[in-house]
Each structure stands twice: as C-alpha cells, then as structure tokens.
C-alpha cells in the first residue's frame, strides 16, 4: 500500500512538472512574439559589427602577409624543375 501511495506521488510530481513546464514555454513564448521588433534601428545602420571586425582582420592579415616575403614552396621548384626538364 505504502509503495503504490509513493508511486502515485512520483507519478503526480512527474505530471506537474510537466504541466509546469509546458505552461512556462507557452507563457514566454507568448511575451516573445508580443515584443515588436525593431528592424528599422538596424536597417539604418550601414554595416553590423561583425562585418566591421571582419573587415578589420581582413586588413590586418593583409598587412601582416605584406610584411613577410613570400617564398616559393618547395613543391613549387620541384613542379617547375620537372617541367624544364621535360623541355
């Protein structure tokens, strides 16, 4: 008797938390899409963050390659002594 009691409690606790649950997401759920967004602040804006950190990396690893002279690797000179040869 003693078992079946704590069977329907945890079984009752089970069942509330999931109503709980379901009852939360649909509540903010509901507070999310009652917020207006604002896309026109965004749409006067001429380019986002991302796109500026982007372009600043950009330039700064073209900075950084103009920096070093570039070398022909060495598979490079293997390919162009082939093909000499075969000439």
């Known amino acids: 008797m003693e078992r079946e009691n704590r069977n329907r409690l ?20 509901k507070q999310q899409t009652d917020q207006s967004m604002n896309y026109e602040l965004e749409a006067g ?19 950084c390659q103009r920096g070093y002279a570039t070398r022909p690797d060495s598979l490079a000179r293997i390919m162009n002594s082939a093909s000499s040869d075969q000439l």
């Open 10 to 29: 945890l079984l009752g606790l089970l069942l509330g938390a999931l109503v709980l649950s379901m009852l939360l997401n649909f509540f903010f759920l």
């Open 45 to 63: 804006l001429p380019v986002t963050v991302t796109e500026m950190e982007l372009a600043q990396v950009r330039s700064e690893l073209a900075k």
